[in-house]
C-alpha cells in the first residue's frame, strides 16, 4: 500500500487544478483494500473520504481537500470462461480502460472498440456506465465484483443487480459510497459484431479507406475523438461535463417546431435524448470564455480550464450556462461530472 501525505492530484484528475490532498492511499489487493477500510472505520473515521479512478469525471471546489483520497492500483486480466463464441475477462479496477481496449481489439475480441480513448479505469467504466457511439459499458459486463465499506466482505453483483441506465447505477444511485469495486468482468465477442450507425463512425471509416475491423474501427473512433476533445495534458477538462437530458418526444417535437434540424436519439417509446452540446452551442456559448474557463470550440458539451481557473469558476461558468439552455429550451441539463465539494 503506498500512503503519500499533503499530495498534489494535480496529476491525478484531468481538470488539471492543484489540489492537496491530506492523505493520498493507493492499495493494490483486495487485502490491502480491506486493511484500508479498517482505519477509515478506526484512525480516520473523523475523515471524509473519495475513492477516484482515472480523475476524469471529477471537479474540486476548493485547492484542498482534508480527506482520504483512495485509488485502486489493482490490475491484471484473467480469462474466466471461454467457447467458440465469447470470452469472459475478469479484470482489476485499476487498470487503464483505453490500455484494455487496446489489448482486447489486439486479441479480435469485439465489443470495446467504440468506446475507445475515455479517459479512466474499468472501476469506473462499472460506476459509471461509460459510453460513447451507441455501446455501453452494460452491454459488455457480465457482473462487477466490490468490497463493502461498512464490513469488508466481498458481494458480486450481476449486470442486472447494477440497474444500470444512462451514465447511471446502483453504485451511483441507492447504494452510493456503500461499495469500492476490484474488478468487472467483461463479454467479449470472438465474430465482432459492428456498431457504425452512431455519430460519423461509417463516415470516418470511409475516408481511412472503407475497411472495417476491430483495428480500423478503434482508428476511426480516435480519430474522432481527437478531432473534437481537448487533450487534458494540454487543456485540463472533464469530457462531456453535461449528461444529454431525457425528455419527453412531445417536448422534442414542440421544440423541433422552431428548429427542424434539432438532432435527438431514440431511447423508447416515450422518450428521446436530445444532445445538449447542441443547445449549448444554439445559446451561443461554444468557444465562449468566462474569465479562466470555457465552453470547448469543438464540442460544446466540454468545459475547459484555460488555466488556474478553480472549480467554483467552472461551476460559474456551468451554472451560466444551464440557466441559458433553460431560457431558451425550457430544459434542465445536469453536470455529469462529479462536483467535490
Ligand atoms: N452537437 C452540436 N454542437 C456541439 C456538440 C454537439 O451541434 O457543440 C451535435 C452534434 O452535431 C451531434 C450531436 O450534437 O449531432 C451529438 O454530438 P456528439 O456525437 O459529439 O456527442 P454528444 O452527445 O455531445 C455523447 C457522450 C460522449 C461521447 C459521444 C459520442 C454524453 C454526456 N456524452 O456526447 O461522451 O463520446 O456522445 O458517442 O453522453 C463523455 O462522457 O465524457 C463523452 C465524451
Known sequence: MKHYTNHSLKELHTFGMDVRAAHLVEYA????????????????????YLHIGGGSNLLFASDSYAGVILHSAIVGKEIVLEDEETVHLRV????????????????????????????????????????????EAKDLIVS????EVATGNVRTFTCDECAYGYRQSIFKGELKGKYIVTHVTYRLQKHPVYHL???????????????????SVR??????????????????NAGSFFMNPVVPRGVMEHIRQDYPHMPFYEVDA?????????????????????????VHDKQALVLV???????????????????????????????EVNFIQ
Open 29 to 48: 489487493s483486495v487485502d490491502e483494500l480491506c486493511a484500508l477500510l479498517e482505519k477509515l472505520r478506526g484512525e480516520w473515521k473523523e475523515l471524509p
Open 92 to 135: 482489476g479496477a485499476g487498470v487503464v480502460w483505453d490500455d484494455l481496449v487496446a489489448y482486447c481489439v489486439s486479441q479480435g475480441w469485439g465489443g470495446m472498440e467504440n468506446l475507445s480513448l475515455i479517459p479512466g479505469e474499468v472501476g469506473a467504466s462499472a460506476v459509471q456506465n461509460i459510453g460513447a457511439y451507441g455501446v
Open 144 to 147: 462487477v465484483a466490490t468490497i
Open 197 to 215: 450507425d452512431y455519430g460519423n463512425i461509417r463516415a470516418e471509416l470511409e475516408r481511412m479507406g472503407g475497411e472495417v475491423s476491430l483495428e
Open 219 to 236: 482508428r476511426a473512433v480516435i480519430s474522432i475523438r481527437e478531432s473534437k476533445l481537448p487533450d487534458p495534458k494540454v487543456t485540463g
Open 270 to 294: 416515450e422518450h428521446v435524448k436530445i444532445p445538449a452540446g447542441w443547445m449549448i452551442e444554439q445559446c451561443g456559448w461554444k468557444g465562449r470564455a468566462m474569465g479562466r474557463v470555457a
Open 305 to 335: 480550464n484555460l488555466g488556474g481557473a478553480t472549480g467554483d469558476e467552472v461551476m460559474a461558468l456551468s451554472d451560466a450556462v444551464r440557466s441559458d439552455v433553460k431560457e431558451k429550451f425550457g430544459i434542465d441539463i445536469h453536470p
